[in-house]
């Protein structure tokens, strides 16, 4: 059965995404259109680009994720040089690493521009926040006079996932005519981690619920639950405070309205307590996130109904 499939982020929990992937694999269902934030959207990108769960599986387990965490030695000088990084750069590190490891991995299977994908089929959240809007990639783009066939599907993941201070800001320019008569530094938008505005996009594909044969194609919610661990910050100086400070911000959505309007739509997958910019997560926190991955993504799909579905879609699609 197809579906579309919307994808949270969530920093390195992201494996677990892969493992509610599997569940849905090994109950028959196939991802017709797919969208995510943050690491939601490298495992959009990855569906998008014909990888399946197992492949994914192994590519997140053979990747060290402090590997994305690279500087120069200039900005490593202790506590002066993080700092300077920040005041200079907006960021801690500075994401390159992070946007060539998932730009190697789509080109393994052909992928490079979101031409290279057939057209709807990925759809990326970031936040500009030099406007205060949601970007929606690769539509958005058309609004600064970028072809969204020729865009980059790795760039897009990488401002997607760009989390605020983290990793660098990533700068786009605006067209001729909305730049002219600005000085230079406001020449730029200035995009980051979409879960700042839009952490869960599960309106994405609404309007557009059947295919051209008039078939109703579902969408699938994937939710990491358990964000905290309910386990408290321990801030010892201002670095510390900075990673509490935007795991609190990314992970502070309402999900309240989630639960009433979407739980019908959504596979929840509890995340045992690891945080979002856990880099240095072992190898053994992973698989266990895949596992619980996988638990929740064959309970839900394999209760699916149909049926169910579509009534409840009609009547909260009616209610808004």
């Given at each position: 059965m197809l579906i579309n499939g919307v994808f949270e982020g969530g920093g390195v929990k992201g494996i677990s995404l892969a493992g509610a992937v599997k569940g849905a694999e090994e109950q028959g269902f196939c991802f017709h259109r797919v969208a995510g934030t943050s690491s939601g959207s490298i495992v959009a990108s990855l569906i998008a680009a014909g990888y399946r769960a197992e492949e994914m599986k192994k590519i997140i387990?053979?990747?060290?994720?402090?590997?994305?965490?690279?500087?120069?030695?200039?900005?490593?000088?202790?506590?002066?040089?993080?700092?300077?990084?920040?005041?200079?750069?907006?960021?801690l590190y500075s994401g390159e690493a992070l946007e060539q490891w998932i730009r190697q991995i789509l080109l393994e299977k052909g992928v490079r521009t979101f031409s290279d994908l057939p057209s709807g089929k990925l759809r990326i959240i970031a936040s500009d926040i030099t406007s205060g809007r949601i970007l929606v990639l690769p539509d958005d783009l058309e609004r600064i006079s970028i072809k969204p066939g020729s865009f980059e599907v790795?760039?897009?993941?990488?401002?997607?996932?760009?989390?605020?201070?983290?990793?660098?800001?990533?700068?786009?320019?605006?067209?001729?005519?909305?730049?002219?008569?600005?000085?230079?530094?406001?020449?730029?938008?200035?995009?980051?981690?979409?879960?700042?505005?839009?952490?869960?996009?599960?309106?994405?594909?609404?309007?557009?619920?059947?295919?051209?044969?008039?078939?109703?194609?579902?969408?699938?919610?994937?939710?990491?639950?358990?964000?905290?661990?309910?386990?408290?910050?321990?801030?010892?100086?201002?670095?510390?405070?900075?990673?509490?400070?935007?795991e609190t911000m990314l992970s502070a959505h309402d999900e309240r309205y989630i639960e009433q309007f979407n739980r019908y739509r959504t596979v929840k997958i509890p995340t045992l307590g690891i945080g979002t910019t856990q880099f240095d997560i072992e190898q053994e926190e992973s698989l266990l996130l895949y596992e619980s991955g996988l638990i929740s993504g064959n309970r839900f799909f394999g209760d699916w109904n149909i049926q169910y579905y579509e009534a409840q879609f009609k009547k909260y699609q009616q209610a808004k």
């Open positions: 387990l053979n990747t060290s994720f402090t590997h994305f965490l690279k500087r120069s030695a200039f900005f490593n000088v202790a506590m002066v040089g993080p700092a300077l990084r920040v005041l200079l750069k907006k960021g790795a760039r897009a993941v990488r401002m997607s996932c760009s989390i605020p201070y983290f990793f660098d800001p990533v700068l786009l320019r605006l067209p001729p005519k909305q730049s002219k008569g600005k000085p230079f530094s406001e020449q730029f938008l200035h995009i980051v981690d979409g879960g700042l505005l839009s952490n869960f996009p599960l309106w994405l594909f609404d309007r557009d619920h059947r295919v051209d044969s008039g078939e109703f194609i579902p969408t699938v919610g994937f939710q990491m639950v358990g964000k905290n661990g309910n386990q408290p910050y321990v801030i010892k100086g201002p670095f510390s405070m900075l990673q509490a400070l935007v």
